[in-house]
């Protein structure tokens, strides 16, 4: 039989478990957790990340920090994992879905301004399998019709789009530790906020009220 996939190890798993547990700490900002941050933040150059229990919590902390309202309209994928959708419709949020390419799961960029309404407050993206989106014209579209960007970035550990790392462009990128991805930790995940108006309010959320 072959297996959906098998997660890889290094061999140091046991050793770094064991020296979390010495620690007495398991919960909150302890040692490890901010090392761990710090060497994201440093290696692809986020702003700020926060350790998450999932990519799931992430996309609906994003959707807090952004203030999604019943009112609201938001663009995304029609062809995507259904966390992407739940975080702003769990908000009340109108989903407009964009269509793929012909040749790519990816949502095809050149429909997304005829989806645009005055209702429209976020677009989506989901860089399907670690394969990039065109940001040279959703940035674009962004900014003319003054929208904001959340990223998707399930997928895109050491993924670049024309050298740049997937998950800095948008104000927000959410990324996953599931065990199929690149790299893993059974479960877990992480938030990017590149958008430094985001970050206090972040802080606040991941911590329930903190």
Known sequence: MIPFNKPYYSGKEKNYIAKAMETKILTGDM??????????????????????????????????????RPEDEVILPSYTYVSTANAFALRGAKLIFADSKTDHPNMDEKLIESLIT????????????????????????AKKHNLLIIEDAAQCIDAYYTNIPLGTTG????????????????????????????????????????
């Open 118 to 141: 005055e209702k429209t407050k976020v677009i989506v993206l989901v860089h399907y399998a670690g394969v990039s989106c065109d940001f040279s014209i959703i940035k674009n579209l």
């Open 171 to 210: 104000d927000i990128a959410c990324f996953s530790f599931h065990e199929t991805k690149n790299i893993h930790c059974g479960e877990g995940g992480f938030i990017a906020i590149n958008n430094p108006a985001l970050l206090a309010k972040t802080e606040i959320i991941r911590n329930k009220g903190t």
């Open 31 to 68: 040692k490890m957790i901010r090392d761990c941050e710090s060497f994201l933040e440093k290696k692809y150059d986020f702003k700020k990340v926060f350790l998450t229990n999932s990519c799931t919590m992430a996309l609906e902390i994003s959707a807090l920090l952004v203030d999604i």
